[in-house]
């Protein structure tokens, strides 16, 4: 499932072939992904004109004229495949291109951008969805609504931690899942920060604030490693993992730098630290933890 590193390593491959393009032909294969496509979504898509792209937690939005907004989730196998659809091929978009169509039959939706790029939605498993919401609706939307604050934003801090963390008795790991909280952190994500933050996964996340709701060091250190680590990871260019690629089609390689995750039964990576890597499933996901360093 792509995290949010590689939601925005998308983000940014798509920014350069649709801001400022318009939708010049959008093919719809089939009436629903994971839920129904607005309805008459090809035609309502069809001649609007990009303004600019955003993230927010594991959405892609799409902000177009006239005050609507295109947002996409990638769920578990979401693919935008881009290419340049025509022989007067731009140099710009060369770097996006490459060829698909073992799987084509997974190709669900087929924009058609001005400038000649195409840009293929494809997802065998069809968890992803797309929809349509007015701009000015947005934070009201039920996907948006409630969610937390962005970890990369500058409304995550240590302050924010312990205030939410405050008297709370969900365990740490519990508590930076919870998408009220924090946005877009998934599994992977989390069992780094708090590797790098020394917190175990175990402990209640009211440690993050002192008796009168005040931050603690941990919360320090976690508010500065989840930046850290997410930063680390966009700059890789994403993980890859299972059918996950950038959106130019070539792997991500943070996976290779994960220093903690998937290394179950290896010595711990911290500097000075004799523990050995351990797996646990917690909350229905494996933790990957050092029962050494991480207290
Ligand atoms: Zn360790």
Redesign the pocket.
Known sequence: MPELPEVETVRSGLEPVLTGRSFVRVEQRRPDLRFPLPERFAERLTGRRVLRLERRAKYILVHLDRHEVLAVHLGMTGRLIVSNGGPERDLTLGQYVYEHGKDARHDHLVFTMSGGAVVTYNDARRFGYMTLIPEGQLEQDAFFAGLGVEPLGPDLTAAYLAKRAHGRKADLKAFLMDQRIVAGLGNIYVCEAL?RA?LSPWKPASRLASRTGKPTPAAERLAAEIKAVLTDAIAAGGSTLRDYQRADGTSGLFQNEFGIYGREGEP???PG?????RRRVQGGRSTFY?????R
Do not use: D, K
């Open positions: 590797f020394g711990c990576m911290r630290c004799r523990g050995t890597v050092c029962a050494v360093c991480q």
